[in-house]
């Protein structure tokens, strides 16, 4: 093996268990899985855009269904972050000030 594609592997899979472990000190044995980070849902702010709400998964697997349902999570991921990242605490836009 290739001193590149060696260190190209080493990386990618360290990358893949990077915050994985649920170990505090190097050494540690794993005790937890990973917790699912949940999606940005920002509270509704008089003056802006209502947040998007989350599709559903689909209760049939198909290729069509889960495009589907990925597209529309991805969209409203999307509108969700840049208005958490666009109004503060009090409501007001960053931008606006």
Same mark, same amino acid.
């Given at each position: 093996m290739e001193r590149r594609d060696f260190l190209g592997a080493l990386?990618?899979?360290?990358?893949?268990?990077?915050g994985c472990t649920g170990a505090d000190t190097v050494g540690e044995t794993a005790t937890a899985a990973?917790? &699912? $980070? !949940?999606? &940005?849902? !920002?509270?509704s702010e008089p003056?802006? &855009?209502a947040p998007r709400l989350y599709p559903d998964p689909p209760a049939q697997? $198909? #290729? +069509?269904? =889960? #495009?589907?349902? =990925? +597209?529309?999570? +991805? #969209?409203a991921h999307r509108f969700?972050? =840049?208005?958490?990242?666009h109004v503060d605490a009090e409501?007001?836009?960053a931008t606006c000030r």
């Open positions: 990386a990618g899979s360290l990358a893949g268990l990077a990973c917790e &699912p $980070t !949940p999606p &940005p849902m !920002p509270e003056g802006f &855009p697997l $198909t #290729r +069509e269904s =889960v #495009r589907s349902f =990925v +597209e529309s999570f +991805e #969209r969700n972050s =840049v208005l958490a990242d409501g007001h836009s």
